[in-house]
């Protein structure tokens, strides 16, 4: 399992999400499964697989997205030259369980693929 810089372990992320998505799924709270088009103007693939290691170009928000059922797995704010990392372990069982009760497709169906939306520069005012 890969460690970003001060992060837990990116597997017990991804079991945290999953957990939620499931709450989504299962009706304790609101909102359909996502399309293209739903995701912020201006946000731009820049990675994807099971396995992500990305450096943020500049500061913004990342976005992990399943293609195949249009979720939003996690967000993340980052900061230029930080670094933001992905390793889904699909031959851990209990992983591989709660995606597909979160998701509703097998694991090998996936498709994941990662956003980056920049910060917009500010204005500067005299």
């Not at 989504?24 to 992500?52: H, W």
């Not at 293609?67 to 900061?79: F, L, P, R």
């Not at 230029?80 to 851990?92: K, V």
Request: proline share 6%.
């Amino acid at each position: 399992m890969m460690l970003g810089r001060n992060r837990m372990p990116r597997g017990c992320v991804v079991i945290v999400a999953l957990v939620g998505l499931s709450m989504v799924a299962a009706g304790c709270a609101t909102g359909g499964s996502l399309q293209r088009g739903d995701l912020p103007r201006g946000a731009e693939i820049v990675g994807g697989g099971f396995r992500v290691e990305w450096t943020a170009p500049a500061d913004g928000t990342v976005i992990l997205y399943e293609k195949k059922t249009g979720k939003i797995v996690e967000t993340e704010s980052v900061s230029e030259g930080s670094s933001y990392d992905f390793d889904m372990d699909i031959s851990d069982e209990d992983v591989t369980q709660t995606f597909e009760r979160a998701f509703g497709i097998p694991v090998e169906h996936a498709r994941f693929v990662l956003y980056f939306k920049p910060t917009p520069p500010q204005n500067e005012t005299p």
